[in-house]
């Protein structure tokens, strides 16, 4: 074995390579361990060739799209609430649909302004649109699917259940709504009378 003495300089370098490579003392203990050092020697004389493995692919949580809705649980609405607009509708639409081809329907003015929720509610309601919306059912049960499959959905976006519409105790209407707040997925209410934009869809089952 052929004697070799590291100079501080030597020492010096090696000790900025390891940090400059984001190598740690486990890293030069494997180096020292065996014939590991020869394999390095192999390398930098060009006798030995260096293949790099590929990083495996992860494989992407597979999230059932499903939406189940029990239309017979009784629904527990604020305690601020006067008056369920569309009782009617309570116990309608269907038990069993896929969240991924649901409408994500915007006002034409919706789409590049700001439209207020009564503009909103007013065309769904002229039009009959209302029974194809979503309601408060719908959107506990899409909160239940948590914040991956909301994300993969709706990401960035707040989602209203028009159905559900509801007065307070002072004449004021509100309705329900999902978004992403740290890191889960919230139901809130929002007050017709405030500000809609392109990133607040109505949610409609698909035709």
């Not at 203990?29 to 930098?44: P, T």
């Not at 989602?159 to 329900?176: D, E, N």
């Not at 890191?183 to 607040?200: E, K, P, Q």
Request: net charge neutral; proline share 5%; glycine share 8%.
């Amino acid at each position: 074995m052929r004697e070799f003495i590291m100079s501080q300089g030597v020492g010096n370098k090696l000790e900025l390579a390891i940090g400059r490579n984001d190598g740690d003392a486990t890293h030069v203990e494997w180096l020292s361990s065996g014939n590991n050092f020869k394999s390095v020697i192999l390398l930098a004389s060009g006798q030995a060739e260096l293949v790099l493995k590929p990083k495996p692919t992860p494989v992407a949580e597979v999230i059932d799209s499903i939406i189940r809705v029990d239309r017979t649980a009784k629904l527990v609405y604020p305690d601020w609430a006067k008056e369920v607009l569309h009782p009617e509708l309570e116990n309608t639409g269907p038990s069993e649909y896929d969240g991924t081809k649901l409408t994500q329907f915007l006002l034409p003015k919706q789409k590049t302004n700001v439209v207020t929720g009564n503009q909103i509610y007013k065309h769904l309601e002229s039009n009959n649109m209302l029974p194809s919306c979503l309601g408060l059912h719908d959107l506990l049960e899409i909160q239940k699917k948590g914040i991956a499959f909301f994300r993969q959905n709706f990401n960035g976006k707040a989602i209203f259940g028009w159905r559900s519409v509801v007065r307070r105790r002072y004449g004021r209407l509100g309705v329900p709504y999902l978004y992403e707040d740290g890191g889960g997925v919230v139901l809130r209410w929002h007050w017709l009378d405030h500000s809609w934009d392109s990133f607040d869809p109505a949610l409609r089952f698909a035709s």
